[in-house]
């Protein structure tokens, strides 16, 4: 599946070229150019890295990599018009990853951004635990009190890609995006019976869940229960 890739800058000549360019790279690129915007579309679309300007019409770069810094790990590398050391390093001290002054190659934006992409796979951590689940991303198991459940190599995907937006509401085309690298017809039902077979697998009383909820007409939701709590 394309790495999607959020370019937050109010250069909309600058935007069209990169889109252009790391579209050609294999990568899934879209632009905004105001910081609401762009915030706004880190929480609908969950790119995989962004391209982030620190000079924006309606609040400053630094500000947004903190706010996005407070909900994501997503890749950040920061472009500036300006390169003084400091803003460089005010940048990487509030969680940028890299740091590039304009102008530049574009050769150069995409190798940094390889390696930025490279190295946030290399540090997620292999298993995500919620309590009594275990979701072992290497292993491709799902463990509840240490024992596997079974699931299907889509229902696995299906459930990792929830679990890995935890907190936050995913709709079907989104998870339906994820899964299968292509947008799919929002109507599609084939996936509340896996929904329904994932509940079944992880789920206490799959009929009354309390990890993975429907919110009808919006998406799904991977609830973060509290590790004490009796049961999923």
């Given amino acids: 599946m394309s790495q999607r890739i959020l370019i937050i800058d109010d250069d909309e000549r600058l935007c069209g070229m990169l889109e252009q360019y790391l579209s050609q790279s294999g990568y899934q690129v879209t632009s905004r150019h105001t910081a609401s915007d762009g915030l706004a579309e880190q929480r609908r679309s969950m790119p995989d890295a ?12 630094l500000d947004v990599c903190t706010q996005l810094r407070e909900s994501s790990g997503v890749p950040i590398i920061m472009l500036t018009a300006r390169g003084e050391a400091t803003d460089r390093v005010v940048g990487l001290e509030l969680g940028a990853d890299d740091y590039l002054p304009k102008p530049f190659d574009p050769r150069e934006l995409l190798a940094r951004l390889r390696t930025v992409l490279r190295r946030g796979t290399a540090l ?13 991303r290497e ?94």
Avoid: W
């Avoid at 909820?213 to 590790?227: A, E, I, K, P, S």
């Fill in 50 to 61: 962004i391209i982030l300007d620190l000079m924006l019409p309606d609040a400053n770069g």
């Fill in 124 to 136: 997620i951590n292999p298993i995500l635990r919620f309590g009594r689940l275990e979701i072992d």
């Fill in 139 to 232: 292993a491709r198991q799902v463990r509840l009190d240490g024992e596997c459940r079974n699931l299907t190599g889509y229902q696995f995907d299906i459930l990792l890609a929830l679990a890995e937006r935890a907190g936050r509401v995913v709709s079907r085309n989104q998870l339906l995006d994820c899964v299968a690298g292509r947008a799919m017809d929002a109507f599609d039902r084939t996936i509340d019976v896996h929904i329904s077979n994932i509940r079944a697998a992880i789920e206490d009383h799959p009929k009354q869940p309390k990890r993975i909820l429907t919110l009808r007409g919006v998406g799904y939701l991977f609830t973060r229960v509290q590790d004490d709590e009796a049961s999923l």
